[in-house]
């Protein structure tokens, strides 16, 4: 009995890790709101033009506002630290109008 020969799935060894495996997405509540989000590696936004949403991105901070929608950013390294606070200037748990914050290690794109 002839037997095949196994045929390796050469996509899997050439895979690449992704440059930006981390993703933090914020969540607007229909209040305006102000974020600064730090990471010990670098950020970037996700498909969408920082001109547009005047969100300043700069190696590992970005900071801007936000009242609805989401927003989207990929990261390198660790979250070092997530700041929201409403128009008033409270933050949460104070206000119920801050954004929501989610933050997912190892997302692919």
Avoid: C
């Amino acid at each position: 009995m002839a037997r095949d020969k196994p045929v390796q799935n050469s996509s899997s060894s050439t895979h690449q890790p992704t440059k930006f495996p981390n993703l933090v997405t914020l969540v607007g509540r229909g209040i305006p709101s102000r974020f600064e989000i730090a990471v010990d590696g670098q950020i970037e936004m996700v498909d969408a033009d920082p001109l547009e949403t005047a969100t300043i991105v700069s190696g590992g901070v970005a900071e801007g506002t936000i009242d609805v929608g989401i927003q989207q950013f990929r990261f390198s390294g660790e979250m070092a630290n997530v700041h929201v606070a409403d128009w008033n200037g409270n933050t949460a748990p104070t206000s119920k109008s801050v954004p929501a914050v989610h933050v997912d290690y190892g997302v692919e794109r």
